[in-house]
C-alpha cells in the first residue's frame, strides 16, 4: 500500500501520497468541509496512491494543524488554495471537494480554469439562492456565534459529530477539535461563516458547466445540511456529469461510507484518465 504522509508547507499542514512510479496521472487536490481537517481524506488519499496518483488533502488555514491566517474569510481561503497549488507546483489537478471545501473549491475553479482536470463534487452548494442551515445562522449571528463556540467543549463536540455519523467516533473527533483549541482556530470558524453571503455566487452561475471537465457529483442520500436535491441540480447543471447517491450515509459521506466513497473516486478518476488516452 502507498504510504501517506503528514507534511508542513509555509504553515499548511496536509496529507500527501505519492505513488512509488510516476503513472504521469493528474494529481488530486482534496479540500475539507467544516467542522472537519485533511484527516477526513484519509482513506480516499491512499486508495489514490495505490492507483498510482498522487494524492494532497490540506487543513484549511486555521483548521486542524494549520497555522491560522486571518482573516478567516471565504475569499482568503480561495487565495490560501491557490498559494498552496503553486508552492507545491501542481499545474493542473483532479479537485475534490466536500462541504465548505465545496463552496471554497469550487469558487478557486472557477477563477483558475485552467488548473482544474476534474471535478468530484459532494454534499455541499454552489447556488445564489442558497439557504444556510440552524447551526450556520447561529455561527453568522454576531455575539451569538462568539457563544456558541465558546461553550464547546472536546467532549460535547464529539458527541454532537457522532450524532450525524456513525464514522465518527471520538479518535476522529479528536482530529477536528484542533481547530477548536486556539482562539485564533475558534475566530476562524466565524470569520468563514459570516463572510458565506450565497449572493456572492452570482457571477459564477454557468462557470462549472463551461470548465467542461469531466465532473463526479457524489453524495449522502439522507444529508440533513445538504439534502440530495443539490445533487441532482448540480446533475442538471454541469452537462455530461455522472451523479452516484451513496444509499444510508448522510453529510458526512466520507465518513459513513469511506471505503465506497474511495473506490468511487478512484474508478472515477481512472475511467476518465483512460478516456482521454483513447482519444487521437
Known amino acids: 500500500m502507498t504510504q501517506v504522509d503528514q507534511k508542513t508547507a509555509n504553515g499548511i499542514a ?9 503513472a504521469g496521472l493528474v494529481p488530486a487536490l482534496c479540500l475539507h468541509g467544516f467542522p472537519e481537517t485533511s484527516h477526513m481524506w484519509r482513506h480516499v ?11 494532497i488533502a490540506l487543513d484549511l488555514p486555521g483548521f486542524g ?9 471565504w475569499e482568503r481561503h480561495i487565495d490560501a488554495v491557490e498559494r498552496f497549488r503553486r508552492h507545491l507546483e501542481l499545474e493542473r489537478v ?11 473549491g469550487l469558487r478557486w475553479a472557477c477563477e483558475h480554469p485552467d488548473a482544474v482536470a476534474a471535478l468530484v463534487v459532494s454534499n455541499t452548494g454552489f447556488f445564489p439562492d442558497g439557504k444556510w442551515h440552524g447551526m450556520a445562522r447561529a455561527l453568522r449571528t454576531p455575539g451569538e456565534g462568539e457563544r456558541l463556540v465558546g461553550a ?7 458527541q454532537m459529530l457522532a450524532a450525524v455519523s456513525r464514522g465518527i467516533d471520538s479518535t476522529v473527533a479528536a482530529q477536528y477539535w484542533k481547530t477548536f483549541e486556539t482562539e485564533g482556530g475558534r475566530q476562524g470558524v466565524l470569520d468563514l461563516y459570516r463572510s458565506g453571503d450565497f449572493e456572492k455566487l452570482e457571477r459564477y452561475e454557468g462557470k462549472l458547466g463551461e470548465l467542461d471537465v ?11 445540511f445538504a439534502p440530495v436535491a443539490g445533487a441532482h441540480r448540480f446533475k442538471r447543471e454541469i452537462p455530461g456529469s455522472e451523479l452516484v447517491v451513496v444509499a444510508g450515509a448522510g453529510h458526512f459521506v466520507y465518513s459513513d461510507e469511506p471505503q465506497r466513497c474511495a473506490r468511487e473516486i478512484v474508478r472515477f478518476l481512472d475511467s476518465e484518465q483512460a478516456a482521454e488516452r483513447s482519444r487521437p
Do not use: C, K
Open 14 to 22: 496536509y496529507l500527501e501520497a505519492v505513488p512509488a512510479r510516476d
Open 45 to 55: 488519499v491512499a486508495a489514490l496512491g495505490d492507483s498510482g496518483r498522487r494524492a
Open 65 to 73: 494543524d494549520s497555522r491560522p491566517d486571518p482573516p478567516g474569510t
Open 94 to 104: 483532479a479537485l475534490i471537494v466536500h462541504d465548505w471545501g465545496g463552496l471554497i
Open 152 to 158: 464547546m467543549t472536546s467532549e460535547g463536540f464529539a
Open 214 to 224: 469531466p465532473t463526479l457529483v457524489l453524495w449522502g442520500e439522507n444529508d440533513v
